[in-house]
């Protein structure tokens, strides 16, 4: 399984970008998709996650801001970024997992088996 992301850009706050991540072919063994942010010095964020039944989770300072959506038809999951902040600049990693992530809308499966390379978002003040 191979994840490509794509749509990370450089923009001022306030803006929005949308990420899209595609999978190299329809994969039974996904079961969900999910968005890790990480920043120079930290570890990875989880800001959202989204299962193949479409349920999702996302991390607190990121509701209201940012939505995770999927097209199985296009093996693809997007993650629509508004009001950006400058603290949002991290490099965006898309990864999935063999069994679903979310329970009741909490993000409860955190080992990620397959990652994509990551696509920059960088926020200016």
């Known amino acids: 399984v191979q994840l490509v992301e794509s749509g990370g850009g450089s923009v001022h706050a306030r803006g929005s970008l949308s990420l899209s991540c595609a999978l190299s072919?329809?994969?039974?063994?996904?079961?969900?998709m999910g968005w890790l942010p990480k920043a120079p010095g930290t570890v990875h964020g989880r800001d959202a996650v989204?299962?193949?039944?479409?349920?999702?989770s996302y991390v607190d300072r990121v509701k209201g801001r940012f939505t995770i959506s999927k097209d199985n038809a296009k093996n693809t999951v997007y993650l629509q970024m508004n009001s950006l902040k400058p603290e949002d600049t991290a490099m965006y990693y898309c990864?999935?997992?063999?069994?679903?992530?979310?329970?009741?809308?909490?993000?409860?499966?955190?080992?990620?088996?397959?990652w994509g390379k990551g696509t920059l978002v960088t926020i200016s003040s």
């Open positions: 989204i299962d193949s039944d479409g349920g999702t």
């Open positions: 990864a999935a997992a063999g069994v679903s992530c979310t329970s009741d809308g909490i993000w409860i499966h955190y080992d990620m088996e397959y």
């Open positions: 072919r329809y994969s039974s063994s996904v079961h969900c």
